[in-house]
């Protein structure tokens, strides 16, 4: 168990370490306990487990814990596991892992392994969501505004209003389909290129990103597609008020963003838009954002099959 020691917000994780032992002891896991630190890193940690002959690494800690440790797991014998004690938890509320630390760990030992789709951009790989634009740009303030710089809030508000929409050239090399209140897919026409002009785009594997915000909810984690909400004649306003109401994971459905699944998007634009994949800065366009197929395998709650009578 890699367990990130400043994630979270309220009790510091060492002090969480007694609750966490029990909970590993009740669930009839042995596990073998390290703390994260500047200088190793959790995906070197990972691989090393698994020429160990471990069969299960935890990662304890939120969304960049898990991000860290499931990227040396890709394609690996062994599953990850997940003990959300972080902030927003994104990728644990994705896959229903409870954030409570018994009920997470009683999942840890009863739960199911399930096979899910990692997203890659650049040399990165993304659990949550990638973006384009304005979102991108929005990224590293929010961060500090999360950590506490409440002073930074004035800043996002500057950046978002002097943004002006941008125009973004999508091509799809495989296959696409929209979601179906678009015009172009009620006419049945199959489409390779776009061009759209737009606030940000969103390209999710998962349904929740940034501060635990329910962007798509309609992703399917394993079905080898990306989910690419491109925001389109969005007023300022509009957007705001968009963002506030699908934070706390509320869904909200609005006309003027439009949906598309695909496995693999090329994104360019005249303009230098910055890109980040799961928060982190990957500089700017252009950029090639696919899906690589149950790369991961995760353990998650064990679905209950009713038996039909
Ligand atoms: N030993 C350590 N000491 C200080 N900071 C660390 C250490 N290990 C990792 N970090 C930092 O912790 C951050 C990642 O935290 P993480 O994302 O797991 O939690 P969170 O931000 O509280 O949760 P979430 O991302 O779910 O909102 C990274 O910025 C990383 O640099």
């Known amino acids: 168990m890699i367990i990130n020691p400043s994630s979270g917000d309220d009790q510091p ?3 969480k370490l007694p609750d966490i032992v029990a909970a590993l002891e009740a669930a009839n896991i042995r596990a073998d306990l390290i703390f994260t630190q500047p200088d190793i890193s959790p995906t070197e940690v990972a691989k090393q487990a698994i020429d160990e002959g471990y069969d299960l690494v935890i990662a304890g800690g939120g969304d960049g814990t898990v991000n860290q440790v499931a990227a040396g797991l890709l394609r690996a014998p062994i ?11 994104n990728l644990a509320r994705s896959l229903h892992i409870p954030t409570d630390i018994a009920a997470a760990c009683k999942v840890l030992s009863q739960g199911q392994v399930r096979s899910i789709d990692v ?10 969501a990638a973006g384009v634009g304005l979102d991108a740009l929005l990224f590293p303030v929010s961060e500090e505004i999360k950590g506490g710089r409440w002073g930074r809030i004035g800043q996002a508000m500057r950046l978002t209003f002097s943004y002006r929409p941008r125009r973004l050239h999508l091509v799809f090399p495989g296959s696409v389909r929209c979601s179906d209140r678009s015009r172009r897919f009620r006419r049945g026409r199959l ?24 962007i798509a909810p ?8 990306l989910t690419i909400k491109v925001f389109r004649n969005f007023s300022k306003w509009e957007l705001i008020r968009h963002f506030w109401a699908i934070s706390n994971g509320q869904y909200r ?3 003027k963003i439009e949906t598309y699944l695909a496995s693999e998007v090329r994104c360019s634009s005249k303009a230098k838009l910055p890109v980040h994949a799961d928060g982190y800065s990957l500089g700017t366009l ?11 395998k995760v353990i998650v709650p064990r679905v209950e099959v009713v038996p039909q009578t």
Do not use: C, W
């Not at 489409?191 to 329910?214: D, P, Q």
């Open 13 to 15: 994780n060492p002090m």
């Open 79 to 89: 599953p990850l596991g997940i003990l959300p004690i972080g902030t927003y938890n």
């Open 119 to 128: 997203g890659q951009a650049k040399d990165r790989y993304f659990f949550e």
């Open 191 to 214: 489409i390779s290129k776009l061009r759209r002009s737009a606030l940000l785009m969103v390209v999710a594997n998962a349904s929740y990103y940034g501060a635990g915000l329910a």
């Open 218 to 225: 309609d992703a399917i984690i394993d079905d080898g597609l």
């Open 253 to 255: 459905y609005s006309p």
């Open 286 to 296: 252009p950029v090639t954002l696919k899906v690589l197929k149950h790369a991961l």
